[in-house]
């Protein structure tokens, strides 16, 4: 068991989307136990492979302690989102890849997502609240898509100030 190294902004592998898992084999197995460990040493809620900059679409989400419906920790395996809700919310979010920064991200409250457990087995789930929040921000992740770039003009041009200025260092 290990705990990765978090890779932080503006790191190449963050903007670029991963090929999928071909292999449901024991590797696989120790990636997503590595990546849950790493997760909860961060206190993370949601991890994405190449935030530990591994280059396959792997998701790790666990919002139990965070959300009163009943979610248990899940990893997905090249997970697809296959319907979003019309309703968005507009809520604060924060990433490991991003330490200290937090902004408002609209995000739609519920979605549908089809993927494979580590099994190779392909699963589908509803997902709402936090959940939902938390997959649409990690499978984000495997297409090269940060937080960043779902938020409005403005929040994009003051986190990009920020950091061309070198007051917000990651
Ligand atoms: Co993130």
Redesign the pocket.
């Known amino acids: 068991m290990s705990v990765l190294k978090i890779v932080k902004y503006p790191s190449k592998i963050l903007l670029q989307s991963l090929p999928p898992v071909e292999n449901f084999d024991s590797d696989l197995k120790y990636i997503v136990r590595d990546m849950f460990e790493t997760m909860y040493a961060y206190n993370g809620i ?3 492979a190449n ?1 530990v900059g591994i280059n396959k679409r792997i998701v790790v989400v666990d919002v139990s302690l965070k959300e009163e419906r009943k979610v248990m920790p899940i990893a997905l395996v090249n997970p697809v989102i296959l319907n979003y809700s019309k309703k968005k919310q507009l809520t604060e979010e924060g ?4 330490p200290g920064f937090f902004e408002k991200v609209p995000r739609s409250v519920c979605i549908e997502v089809e993927y494979y457990d580590i099994n190779g087995r392909r699963q589908r789930i509803i997902a709402e609240g936090l959940f939902a929040r938390v997959l649409q ?2 499978i984000d ?1 495997i297409n090269g898509i ?2 960043i770039k779902r938020m409005s003009i403005d929040k994009q041009a003051k986190f990009y100030l920020m950091f061309y200025l070198g007051k917000y260092k990651v």
């Open positions: 949601g991890l994405a935030q990433c490991l890849s991003f921000h990690e992740h940060t937080f």
